[in-house]
């Protein structure tokens, strides 16, 4: 059997699939190319520039808080319906969500808004308070939220309150 056949067409090399696997780890010079005759360390291939730590920074695993402010922020800025966040709301807070999405202020900003920063206090097991700052173009707004973690080890949204104004009279101080 010809093998040129099966090789896309204009390659002529012999290499097969895991030859490139070895490729990307070889050692390489300043202009791309694999470096002659250079040992093959740990060290010549890891980077330490602060690049590439923010790249493996950047592929954590994302919190439950910070999951869940991505997921609150979809729903309060229209790009999904309340009722996607049926499944993972309790008690309270799935009504607060369907009185605050129609009238949040994000809905009606230009630019996308996005999650700026968000962080979350752990005041007993299975239990976070979150919150979130919200940007849309110049404007800042604050979210904070309550998660819970049920007996099925899922976290669900007990409460939310956006921009310091809580979402029902209930929850208002008297």
């Known amino acids: 059997m010809n093998k040129d056949r099966t090789r896309p067409h204009g390659r002529h090399d012999q290499r ?6 070895l490729r990307a780890r070889a050692p390489r010079t300043a202009a791309g190319s694999p470096t002659a005759g250079a040992p093959h360390t740990a060290s010549t291939t890891t980077s330490t520039t602060p ?12 919190t439950p808080h910070e999951q869940f402010a991505e997921r609150l922020l979809a729903v309060l800025s229209g790009r999904r319906p309340v009722h996607w966040m049926l499944g993972h709301t309790i008690g309270e807070a799935y009504e607060q969500l369907v009185q605050l999405a129609p009238t949040t202020p994000l809905r009606t900003r230009g630019t996308l808004p996005v999650v700026r920063t968000c962080g979350g206090f752990h005041p007993r097991p ?23 973690q049920g007996r099925d080890l899922r976290w669900r949204c007990a409460a939310v309150e956006l921009g310091g104004t809580p979402a029902t009279a209930a929850c208002a101080p008297a």
């Open 16 to 21: 097969g699939p895991g030859a490139s696997a």
């Open 51 to 62: 690049a590439a730590q923010a790249l493996r920074h950047h592929h954590r695993r994302p």
């Open 126 to 148: 299975g239990v976070v308070e979150a919150f979130a700052s919200i940007a849309a173009g110049e404007q800042v707004r604050a979210m904070a939220f309550r998660l819970e």
